[in-house]
């Protein structure tokens, strides 16, 4: 018997909201999202916008508590993998950056990431980031009753390392309710026809970290910031999903 915590419709509603409420707060940083801005005035903008909504940010004082996270976004600039710390670094043309964004609305968690991109970037760059969208894409895809986990992991390697790009292998998507983070744990990497069977009911993040040079990483002293162990450039994209009887629906659209 699965010990996954199948979500009820109700619960499946609340998270809707909370989805929605995620993916407002990236349409309203879009405009800031441009040389100049610093990190701090970014976090600032989503976190008084999730609270006027009735939200609170799910990452600030998140984890142990002798290092709590200090922030309401996650702001991963260029080499910065994921979970960067805002704060006075001003963006600059030619940047990305992964904004990564939770709430806590009626109970239930919202999760999701963009990258965006500051001005121009290089070819190069602007390879990268199409590429983990699509890799996203690619695993959302074969999200349906029946198939399993590994299914999800195997169709976003196969684009990624498909496109000479490394697959982060240290960071997951993991499943998502009344706590930020349940099981299952979603690999972005793996063999088709291996782990969990999906079920309707079953509500997880999918979220690639795809690396333009090596898949390795690095855990910076504060505690938090994961680079890319080169230096090179990162990307990630993430939404919450919730597997349907015919299929799925991306509740932070």
Same mark, same amino acid.
């Given at each position: %018997? *699965?010990?996954?915590? +199948?979500? *009820?419709?109700?619960? $499946?509603?609340? %998270? ?42 799910? =990452?600030?004082? =998140?984890?142990?508590r002798n290092n709590p996270f ?5 702001? *991963? ?31 239930? =968690?919202?999760?999701?990431? @963009?990258? @965006? ?8 760059? /602007? ?7 699509? *890799?996203?894409?690619? &695993? ?5 009753? &029946?198939?399993?986990?590994?299914? $999800?992991? #195997? ?17 997951? &998507? #993991?499943? $998502? &309710?009344?706590?930020? #983070?349940?099981?299952?744990?979603? =690999?972005? !990497?793996?063999?088709? @026809?291996?782990?969990?069977?999906? /079920?309707?009911? %079953? ?5 690639? %970290? ?13 505690? !938090? ?10 990307? /990630? ?10 299929? #799925?629906? $991306?509740?932070? +659209?």
């Amino acid at each position: %018997m *699965s010990r996954i915590a +199948l979500k *009820s419709a109700r619960e $499946i509603e609340a %998270m809707r909201r909370a989805g929605a409420l995620v993916a407002e707060t990236f349409r309203v940083l879009d405009p800031f999202v441009k040389p100049g801005v610093t990190l701090a005035e970014l976090d600032r903008i989503a976190e008084e916008h999730i609270r006027k909504n009735g939200a609170t940010p799910a =990452y600030l004082g =998140y984890g142990p508590r002798n290092n709590p996270f200090p922030a309401t976004i996650c702001a *991963s600039v260029n080499e910065v993998i994921c979970h960067g710390i805002p704060g006075p670094l001003e963006l600059k043309e030619g940047d990305i950056i992964g904004v990564d964004i939770g709430v806590l609305l009626d109970g239930v =968690y919202g999760d999701a990431c @963009y990258t @965006y991109t500051v001005g121009q970037v290089s070819p190069e760059v /602007q390879g990268l980031v199409d590429t983990t969208r699509e *890799s996203l894409k690619a &695993g959302l895809e074969v999200v349906r009753p &029946g198939n399993r986990t590994g299914d $999800i992991g #195997h169709a976003i390697q196969t684009v990624a390392e498909g496109r000479g790009y490394g697959v982060v292998r240290e960071y997951t &998507g #993991h499943g $998502i &309710g009344k706590r930020l #983070h349940e099981e299952p744990t979603i =690999y972005h !990497w793996g063999a088709r @026809y291996t782990g969990l069977k999906l /079920q309707p009911g %079953m509500v997880f993040t999918v979220e690639p %970290m795809i690396n333009l040079g090596t898949p390795d990483t690095r855990l910076l002293s504060d505690g !938090w910031t994961v680079i890319t162990a080169d230096k090179k450039p990162s990307a /990630q994209f993430e939404h919450t999903v919730v597997v349907t009887p015919r299929g #799925h629906e $991306i509740l932070t +659209l």
